[in-house]
Nanobody, 128 residues
């Protein structure tokens, strides 16, 4: 069965906005958005923690992207002022990492914790 499912990607022009959605069907400690551009490694984008709603952002998206969660068990990534550098496949991932959920957290390594469940990804293309 599908635990995570992303949607909302598409083709946009520089400066445009998109909202990605991730439907979650499992219990989790954290939901994070990652992205991977062709030929590049995986990059953590944003994370939201289930215990207190704390949010974290990569420097490359800080001030432009916003992660949020609604009452329908859906996590969003609001992306503003998109640029070509944001072109990538975007994935949502769920962490059941005990250390992340209950232990000390290192904000600088929030994306290095274990994320056991991953969606299939949604393509975001920013081009003129």
């Amino acid at each position: 069965q599908v635990q995570l499912a992303e949607s909302g990607g598409g083709l946009v022009q520089p400066g445009d906005s998109l909202r990605l959605s991730c439907e979650v069907s499992l219990e989790y400690y954290a939901i994070a958005w990652f992205r991977q551009a062709p030929g590049k490694g995986r990059e953590g984008v944003s994370c939201i923690l289930s215990d207190d709603g704390s949010t974290y952002y990569a420097d490359s998206v800080k001030g432009r992207f916003t992660i949020s969660q609604d009452v329908a068990n859906r996590v969003y990534l609001h992306m503003n002022n998109l640029g070509p550098e944001d072109t990538a496949i975007y994935y949502c991932a769920a962490s059941l990492d005990y250390e992340l959920g209950y232990g000390d957290r290192d904000p600088t390594r929030i994306f290095d914790y274990q994320y056991e469940y991953w969606g299939q990804g949604t393509q975001v293309t920013v081009s003129s």
